[in-house]
């Protein structure tokens, strides 16, 4: 590999890098200015009314439809062995020329 063409690479390489990474900077410079301008100011710790404000925005969890973290497991290893399982499964067979098929 001649040296002229690697360093070309590396080159774009970190300027394509600081391109992106100074676009995301600047988007969340924007994104700041913007919060601010539009009155989106941070909560204050104010413990008496937070704890209160905080317990009626809370929804109530019905225990009988409540889902835990095992139900959602279960259900993904059910999904994926019922995949498993059909005749009608994913393939790549129908990208194979027929004639080298057989």
Do not use: C
């Not at 394509?16 to 924007?30: E, T």
């Amino acid at each position: 590999m001649n040296i002229e063409v690697f360093g070309y690479s590396v080159l774009s390489a970190v300027l394509g890098m600081a391109i992106v990474f100074s676009f995301l900077w600047l988007l969340s410079v924007m994104m700041s200015i913007i919060k601010r301008s539009f009155g989106e100011k941070p909560q204050r710790d104010d413990s008496s009314s937070s704890t209160a404000s905080a317990q009626e925005i809370r929804p109530v969890r019905m225990e009988a439809h409540a889902a835990t973290e095992s139900d959602w497991v279960i259900a993904a290893v059910a999904a994926f062995l019922m995949e498993e399982a059909m005749d009608s499964r994913r393939s790549a067979l129908a990208w194979v020329h027929r004639e080298t098929r057989r």
